[in-house]
Each structure stands twice: as C-alpha cells, then as structure tokens.
C-alpha cells in the first residue's frame, strides 16, 4: 500500500493523545501557533495523561522521584526524565512545571558546571572508582537544552566542562578511573560501547554528550558536534528491533536503566533524529542508506510499529516522519569516517 505523507499524518491525528496530535500539527503539517486547532491543543495538552501524570508528582521544591520500575536512580535522575518527556511534547521555559525542575537541576550544579554522581542519590556500582564520566553532566543538560535552557549561562558552563572533556580524535571517553581527574587514566571501553575508529572513545559517553550539544541553538553545527556524529555514524550496524527505543524511553513504554549502558542499545532512529539537527544530509552515502533502510521498515499502513510496545507506535512513526523529512540532500555536510561493520567482541587471531 502506497501512502501519502498526508494520508500517514491522518492516521496520527487519529491518536487519543493531544501532545502528539499538536506535534503533528505544529512539526509536520506547519500549523501557526494562532490557528484555532493549534489553540484548542495547546490547552487540552495539560490534561494528556503523559503529562498530567509528571504534574501531579512533582515535588513543592520541583524534582521527581524515582518510581523504581521505570525510573530507577534518585531524584536528579527522575527530574531530567520527567524534563526531557516535557521538552519532547513541546513544553519549555514559559511552563511553571518546567521552570521548577530546570532550577532543580541547576541547584545541584557544581562550581566548575558540571553535575556530580553522589547529586542523583546513587553510590557504588558500575560508577565505582571513576573521578569523571561525560554522562553525569550530559544527561541532565540535554533535559536542559530540550525545554529551552540552552542558552541559560548556567547550561553554557555545562557546556564549557563537557567540551573540555572531550578526547582529540573528537570522541568522549568511559571517563576517568584509578584516582583523581589529574592522575587517573581513561576507564575502560566495553566491545559493545567501543567506537570503530577511536582507542578510548566510548558510543555511550559520545550519544549522551553529542544529544545536549545537538539541542543547542547554536552549538548543534559546530565542528565538536559534526566529528562526534561522523564517529556514531562510522558505526555500520542495522539492528531494526531497536528503532524508536528512545522514543519509547520518553513516552515511558520502556525502563530506563543504566549508566554507562544508557545506550547500550543502537537506535537508528535516534541517530537519524541527530543527522537532521546536526546538518548531516543525505548526499553522504551512509546516512542515505540508513534512511533507506529505516524506510524499509514502515508498514503496510505507512506506519512504523515497534512491537515489544505496540501502543507507541504512532509515536515512533512521528519521530521518523519528523526526521525524514527534515533531512536536507544537499548541505555543508562533511563526512570522513570510513564504514566500519560493527563487532563488539572481534575474533582475535590465534598466536598458533
């Protein structure tokens, strides 16, 4: 069955929910916020069980707690998750909600701007022994940059730390393990975190930290933010069960669990939501063949379905409409990376 973009977009203006119906309006179909539709969204969106749910739950001083099941950590963690869903659907800065559980967040940062381990509530575990990880200031800045604080110079000295983290062939590291920052050495990189072409570049550390910058205003183009995606981009791997996990993640269909596994899992369509915001085009052979092959995926409905939750396939299809068809085929775009097939654990070969 050959849909239209049009037909496509009715079957997700068809979902019971309000956040995603005004998303559609507003990122796909280019709906002018003083459109009476538009209106009528903007006010029925409070009531979007996705949302009403974080607004009842928040805390008088703005932070969240952590459910145990699906958010598993402490209060800082379950704040930039209840901050990113808010950023995704469309909520920023103007919101009371928001506002609260950005200063939150911002009450926890550090002198040198970043945000510390112990500020989440955990202690111990894989985070043992490391004076640094990339991650624990780039998941709470992307909460940031994705309600609109960006810009705030307090997410810039966030910004300023983590870009001094990075290493020089453009990657992030596990981090820093074995003492403090200035005599420890670079942690280990696991074979399923291991980028192709960097010795102690880590996908997970590099994902978290390229997220934030790509939702900066004016970050998202720099030459820091085009090498950390040629290096996710090198990674040559389809693994079509995990497109629209983060999606998931965010809409809460899926647990979020983790540290340095925060994305252990491959997602295609969150590398593609990245090409869109960071300027990759389509002329560059590797991310025309990833769209050709996220495009073989859609369903005989035009329809993307992400089948261990099926209930967030609208969702997930819009995040990839989105993507798509932001995707420009020409663009100052360079890519140097060479394609590397992905393996975790290569084969060593026998000394005998």
Known sequence: MNLTLSSRVALLLADPSPCLRLLVLRELLGYPDDDPEVQELLEARERDPLVRDLFERQADDGAWEADGRLWQGGRQRATHLALMRLGYVGFDTTHPAVQRGAEYLFSLQQDDGSWSFASDGTEGGEREGYAMVPLQTALPLRALAMCGYGSDPRAERAYTWLLAKRLDDGAWPTGIAGGTEESGVYGYVAGYRRLAHSRWGCRSNTTGSLLCLAHHPERRN???????????????????????????????????????????????????????????????????????????????????????????????????????????????????????????????????
Do not use: H
Request: aromatic share 12%; glycine share 8%.
């Open 222 to 352: 720099s030459p820091e933010v085009r090498r950390a995606l040629d290096l996710l981009l090198g990674r040559e791997t389809r693994e079509a069960q995990n497109v629209g996990l983060e999606v998931a993640r965010l809409m809460g269909a899926e647990p979020t669990r983790g540290f340095f596994t925060f994305f252990a899992r491959f997602d295609l369509a969150l590398l593609l939501d990245l090409c869109w915001r960071v300027g990759a085009t389509t002329g560059d052979a590797r991310v025309a063949d990833l769209v050709e092959f996220v495009t073989g995926l859609r369903g005989e409905y035009g329809l993307w379905a992400y089948p261990a939750q099926p209930q967030i396939s609208r969702w997930v299809t819009f995040d990839l409409l989105r993507s798509l068809s932001r995707l420009q085929a020409e663009g100052d775009w360079t890519g140097t990376e060479p394609r590397t097939p992905f393996q975790p654990y290569p084969a060593r070969r026998k000394r005998f």
